[in-house]
């Protein structure tokens, strides 16, 4: 069974910095593409940002596009967001996802508050 865990999320100001962390277990992590997600409060969860399994190929919302990056080390089979000059409408929770045989799995998420 697919395992994503989900950490890093906190409380931190306008124009400040995260980085979120997803450990992945029960499948082969570096055979798969990877991506974090986002839903605010009362909207649709939304696209943030996907990897390639090499990582070498990168996609961004264009809401995050040269503010947030992507990551991930196969070694560790962890999946990471570095997010850079975050403000208030990055207010979130955030969630790591695989697409896998024709499903998507989700991990239980981590909050991440932008706020003075």
């Known amino acids: 069974q697919v395992q994503l865990v989900e950490s890093g999320g906190g409380l931190v100001q306008p124009g400040g910095s995260l980085r979120l962390s997803c450990a992945a277990s029960?499948?082969?992590?570096?055979?798969?593409?990877m991506s974090w997600y986002r839903q605010a409060p009362g909207k649709e969860r939304e696209f943030v940002a996907t990897?390639?399994?090499?990582?070498?190929?990168?996609n961004y919302a264009d809401s995050v596009k040269g503010r947030f990056t992507i990551s991930r080390d196969n070694a560790k089979n962890t999946l990471y967001l570095q997010m850079n000059s975050l403000k208030p409408e990055d207010t979130a929770v955030y969630y790591c996802?695989?697409?896998?045989?024709?499903?998507?799995?989700w991990g239980q998420g981590t909050q991440v508050t932008v706020s003075s």
């Open positions: 990897s390639a399994r090499s990582g070498t190929n990168t």
């Open positions: 029960s499948f082969i992590f570096s055979a798969y593409d």
């Open positions: 996802s695989i697409w896998r045989f024709s499903s998507r799995y």
